[in-house]
């Protein structure tokens, strides 16, 4: 059975200040985005040299999960709350993305030929050279060799994350994630990672080094194969700044899926306060992509302490999913990507995990 440990340090110098005990939680990954952790503390007969409360002050605090000596999840304490009756404190944490979603392009950036990915650090390093504004989130040198020029007003007022979520979702956008672990002095650090196109590894389906997930006779405890078409749009208009005929409005259509008999199914995406009219027509372009067929994701419920065992893979990396069963009776033997993560330890169950995984793109 996998041990895990809960290390609650300062926000600003990384410094641990407790290691509790935590029940109940589930934490979860996604791609591009920002997981969630939750649980509770009991502090009936809790040591008070523990110092709980000073250790789980929300806003200030960083949480990290070890699992077996690996970092599996970290992130930031945001909300909690004490229930007299149970004398359990419930706390919810987001990963570290979250921290640049309360940061503010506060003066104005220029960006002139600039290749998207030096933009991204950019506005990352930008945000922690502010005074008490560094939580030390490390960058590196990656590039895409995809040049913009982009122009940040500081009068928009705009999230460092929404500037983040805006390059990445063009056309020839790109994946980023924030990610914990532990260096060569066992301590604890926080990177942006970037990846053009793409993050994580992609394997061919027939590569014997994939992370294999197979139903029913495997490491697959149950899945879920939903289908919705709801979400289905192959023309996307993009709207930009500006007001009445003054205002940016591109749009971009899947013209193969209505060649091959699809019905016309629109939709729309506003970005009041983008003023780069190829950066509109990027992000119509990358999201008629992603939006164009109903999305074929697949949940797999499977033992995290079997292989591919927990820690192994990360977001972004590429799967071989083998199931048949009723559904699938002539098989699917097929390459998936992993887009999400949803982990209970299992304190008074088994441990699982719940891998969401999409076909790629490319």
């Known amino acids: 059975m996998a041990t ?8 600003v110098t990384n410094a641990i200040n407790a290691e509790l005990e935590i029940t109940g939680v589930n934490f979860t990954q996604a791609l591009n985005s920002s997981g969630t952790l939750n649980g509770s503390i009991l502090l009936s007969g809790v040591s008070v040299n523990q110092n709980v409360t000073a250790s789980t002050t929300p806003g200030r605090t960083a949480v990290y999960v070890d699992r077996d000596g690996v970092i599996v999840w970290g992130g930031i304490l945001w909300l909690r709350s004490y229930n007299s009756k149970s004398q359990r404190l419930t706390i919810s944490a987001r990963e570290f993305e979250s921290y640049f979603e309360r940061r503010r392009i506060a003066s104005n950036l220029t960006y002139f030929n600039t290749d998207q990915l030096a933009i991204a650090r950019g506005l990352v390093n930008t945000a922690q050279s502010v005074a008490n504004g560094n939580i030390g989130v490390l960058t590196g040198s990656e590039t895409s060799g995809v040049n913009l020029t982009r122009l940040f007003y500081a009068y928009e007022q705009k999230t460092v994350y929404q500037a983040l979520l805006d390059l990445s979702r063009s056309g020839s956008g790109f994946d980023f994630a924030i990610r914990c672990a532990y260096n060569s002095d066992y301590n604890i650090t926080k990177t942006l990672v970037l990846g053009y196109p793409r993050l994580g590894t992609a394997y061919s389906s027939t590569s014997t080094s994939v992370p ?18 709801s979400l289905v749009a192959n023309r996307i208009y993009a709207t930009g700044a500006g007001s009445n005929e003054g205002k940016l409005i591109y749009n971009a259509t899947d013209s193969t899926k209505l060649t091959s008999g699809w019905p016309l199914l629109e939709d729309s ?11 509109v027509q990027g992000l119509a372009s990358g999201r008629v992509a992603a939006v164009s067929y109903p999305p074929t994701t697949i949940k797999l419920v499977a033992n995290p302490s079997l292989n591919p065992v927990l820690g192994s893979y990360v977001i972004g990396d590429d799967a071989r999913v083998r199931i048949k069963d009723d559904r699938f009776p002539d098989g699917i033997d097929a390459t998936y990507r992993i887009v999400a993560l949803s982990v209970t330890p299992g304190e008074t169950g088994p441990e699982r995990v719940t891998v969401t995984l999409t076909l790629p793109t490319s």
């Open 4 to 11: 895990y440990r809960y290390f609650f340090a300062d926000l």
């Open 269 to 279: 995406v506003s970005f009041n306060d983008i003023i780069d009219a190829t950066l």
């Open 212 to 229: 294999v997930f197979e139903f029913p006779a495997g490491n697959v405890v149950e899945y879920e194969y939903p289908e919705d078409g």
